[in-house]
């Protein structure tokens, strides 16, 4: 027990550690925000300006604008160390690296919550979509989309953030892995504004939390060994 | 007569706005020429105040 | 001081306006009172215009004349501009609301340029932050604010053909209120909101082009106490190898 409180101490310590890194740093959380804000307002142009067809793809929409923002940011969260170089001493830290995993993860859903969040009344104004009755369904799939992409993402940002081309290899080894992520959290949000008419909300929301749990579990096994190299 | 929330909301946010980013301006002046004329200090100030027009 | 009293002035003439348009212009025949947000709702906008103009030609100034001075008349234009637009959008969305039945639309032309307005302004001072030396900075700044306003016209206008290929509604012109045959009183209550606003844009440029230029004064002392620190350094480290035999 003794073990995983250790673990759990160091995991939040890492998060908080990222976290105000986030903050502090060169506006990069707000560009980011800012970036995938620009996205949807393109997504508009591109659509329309037909509003009942951008009403309809409102949520896929959304979920496009998160998966290129969370792309971003979980390069940002490895980026961090590798240009200061401390990503050879996180490695060297006597530590468990699933702590190192868990916190690195932590920080990186928290961002993606904050985006998540913010996006939603953007898409909300922008694609005329009431958002205000579904509020809970919707919160709860952001955080369970979120904790999916920064458990997938840490563990390819960490395999990714000395390679060359890792601007591109990371988008590309990322997004098929999170496709039945993106496919799920776009089909719950379509039910929970629509208030749910085939009772298949809860059904998308479980698929997305076995997802959660099946890379959250292989980010933690394998992220020592990526660290290591 | 629900259009009134939106009025009120409209001139609130504006006015409340640029109200805010005044003062938020004239702070951070005060706090720049603070900082400036103390890390000057032996300097001629004379010479900028010209330039920085009060 | 006299900026002093530009800033009295200016909030005199903002709650004069604002009482005239709230309350002595009466309510419009088919928008109701909504129409009310539209004085400075447009004000708003003209200032915002106006200030990425001012942008756009103090960064070609800069680029002719190296002039530092000219890129913090561009950089308080830009901050200006950002704050302004974000009040033209809020205002153009609350008379959207109760008068379109929504909150945003497409079509409307001088809505959705206005949004990239404001997209291309928060970029340019978010880009302004990545460069530490001013003279690159001010000539960076200077070409991505050019570009910007560049666009804008082009924007405008793809937007009003985009406009024109889809049977949209336009009930409720937001461009009726500039019609020459609009009622006397509301061109007037327009006008007088746009005044103020503008002596508020006045009062803000000024402050914030002195702040601009008191922050560079402190970077520059910054800059020249590192220099002098390095030269300090060199120079003892060349005393100290002529003292050693």
Redesign the interface.
């Known amino acids: 027990m003794n073990a995983l409180r250790r673990n759990a101490t160091i995991a939040l310590a890492i998060a908080r550690k990222d976290a105000l890194a986030e903050l502090r740093g060169?506006?990069a959380v707000?560009?980011t925000i800012?970036f995938a804000a620009?996205v949807l307002?393109l997504f508009?142009?591109a659509l329309?300006?037909?509003?009942r067809r951008?009403a309809e793809a409102a949520p896929g929409l959304l979920w496009l604008a998160i998966v290129f923002g969370g792309l971003l940011t979980v390069a940002r969260l490895h980026q961090l160390e590798a240009d200061d170089g401390a990503l050879e001493q996180l490695a060297l830290y006597p530590v468990d690296r699933r702590a190192v995993y868990a916190g690195k993860a932590l920080a990186g859903a928290g961002a993606m919550l904050l985006l998540g969040g913010l996006l939603l009344p953007v898409v909300a104004?922008?694609y005329?979509v009431p958002l205000g009755a579904a509020w809970l369904p919707l919160v709860v799939t952001v955080i369970l989309g979120s904790l999916g992409f920064a458990a997938v993402g840490t563990a390819y940002a960490g395999l990714t953030v000395r390679m060359r081309a890792r601007e591109v290899m990371l988008p590309l080894l990322m997004l098929p892995i999170v496709a039945p992520l993106l496919l799920a959290a776009v089909k719950a949000t379509v039910a929970a504004v629509a208030g749910d008419p085939f009772g298949e909300l809860g059904a998308w929301l479980q698929l997305l939390a076995g997802f959660d749990i099946v890379m959250l579990i292989a980010g933690a096994a394998t992220y020592g060994f990526l660290l290591e190299d | 007569?629900?259009?009134?929330w939106?009025?009120i909301?409209?001139?609130g946010?504006?006015?409340g706005?640029?109200a805010a980013?005044?003062i938020t301006?004239?702070r951070?002046?005060a706090h720049?020429?603070e900082?400036?004329l103390r890390?000057?200090g032996e300097a001629e100030p004379a010479a900028?105040s010209a330039?920085?027009?009060? | 001081?006299k900026?002093r009293i530009l800033?009295f002035a200016a909030l005199l003439a903002?709650l004069a306006a604002?009482v005239n348009?709230?309350f002595v212009v009466p309510a419009d025949l088919n928008q109701?009172?909504?129409q009310?947000?539209m004085y400075?709702?447009v004000a708003?906008a003209w200032l915002a215009y106006l200030s990425f103009g001012v942008t756009a030609m103090a960064g070609i100034g800069y680029l002719v004349r190296r002039d530092l001075?000219l890129d913090a008349i561009a950089l308080a234009g830009a901050e200006v501009g950002v704050?302004f637009t974000?009040?033209a959008i809020?205002?153009g969305?609350?008379?959207g609301?109760?008068v379109w039945g929504?909150?945003?639309?497409?079509?409307d032309p001088r809505l959705?340029t206005t949004?990239?307005l404001l997209?291309l302004y928060?970029?340019y001072l978010?880009f302004r932050?990545?460069t530490d030396d001013p003279h690159r900075r001010a000539a960076r700044a200077a070409v991505v604010g050019l570009i910007a306003a560049i666009d804008i016209p082009i924007v405008h206008f793809s937007v009003i053909w985009?406009?024109g290929l889809?049977q949209?509604p336009t009930i409720g012109d937001p461009g009726k209120i500039l019609n020459p045959s609009a009622p006397p009183l509301f061109v007037l209550a327009l006008m007088s909101m746009l005044a103020a606003f503008t002596l508020?844009w006045g009062?803000?440029m000024?402050?914030?082009y002195?702040?601009a230029?008191?922050?560079w004064?402190?970077e520059e002392?910054g800059r020249l106490g590192r220099i002098s620190v390095a030269r300090r350094s060199f120079s003892t480290e060349s005393v100290s190898e002529e003292a050693a035999p």
Do not use: K, N
Not at chain 2, 1 to 4: E, G
Not at chain 3, 102 to 107: M, S, Y
């Open positions: 060169r506006q707000g560009s800012f620009l307002l508009g142009f329309g300006p037909d509003s951008l104004i922008l005329g | 007569m629900s259009a009134l939106f009025v909301a409209g001139y946010v504006i006015l706005g640029l980013y005044a301006l004239v951070r002046l720049a020429r900082v400036s890390i000057r900028s330039d920085l027009g009060e | 001081m900026t800033g903002v604002t348009g709230l109701g009172d909504a009310r947000i400075p709702h708003s001075r704050i974000a009040f809020w205002g969305m609350m008379w609301r109760p929504v909150f945003w639309q497409w079509e959705t949004a990239l997209a928060a970029g978010l932050r990545l985009w406009r889809h949209g508020v009062y803000l000024i402050r914030r002195q702040l230029r008191t922050e004064q402190i002392h």
